[in-house]
């Protein structure tokens, strides 16, 4: 009653389901397992101390920026450079800019310093100075912004000393050195004797994307179910496809029908 398996139209229809369903039965696992390490990383993020609460360590030994060394307190010394703006952020709801300064290192690299936010517009508001001479910094260690962080500028088109996003890509048309593919954030500004909406207010460190239970994390556990099913729909498939051709062949060998059936395709002896 079987036979029918063997004819080349079940050989293509047997192959399509022997490889579709492995397929997606691996692309659900592999969502599966992005799922898994997204809850992982924010269990271990819960159980870290603190990012203030950690001892600095230089800059170069937090580098290159991941999920383990983001938001760790990071020392450098050096001048601080050129300054820009960087508008179109908000903090407590509240509309404003960043004030970004690249502090020069001694090796020449310079690394972006956000010594704080201000309310405003650029160019409305008054920014603070920066401080003059070799200085120390310590602030909590970012990875370099990319077109999918909030607030980000991509559309260009900003006045000279504005910059839209925070990377090492953006400001090396912009400065005449070498920048580090990271920045960091002051949490102490030391501009607490200021007027309310002159003084520089510190920007919290962000998580590092792609980590924790935000909503990629439950587009990957969306992606895993789909995949699942998309593989029992195949085997679905499969089986009232031989169900229905296995009933056709009983019909026609119990004389129900005539010896040619039209929908299956195949004769019987």
Known sequence: MYRFLL?????????????????????????????????????????????????????????????????????????????????????????????????????????PVVRGWLPGKPGHTAVPAAPTGEVTVTGDLQASENTGTDGVDTAGGLPDGQLGMISAASLVNLVPYDVYDAWVTLQDTDSSGGAEDSALRPVPAVAPQGSGLDLKAFQNLGYTGEWFVFAAFVLFMWFRLVRREAEAARDVKLGLVPDTDADTGTRTA
């Open 7 to 111: 004819t080349p139209r079940w050989w293509g229809i047997n192959l399509f389901a022997v490889l579709a369903i492995p397929l997606c039965v691996f692309m659900g696992t592999w969502q599966l397992g992005r799922f898994e390490d997204r809850v992982q990383s924010h269990e271990q993020a819960t159980k870290q101390p603190a990012p203030g609460a950690r001892a600095a360590k230089p800059l170069d030994d937090l580098l290159p920026v991941d999920t383990v060394t983001s938001g760790r307190p990071a020392t450098a010394t050096g001048r601080y450079a050129d300054q820009f703006l960087v508008p179109g952020r908000e903090l407590d709801d509240r509309s404003g800019f960043y004030v970004l300064n690249m502090l020069r290192t001694d090796g020449g690299k310079a690394l």
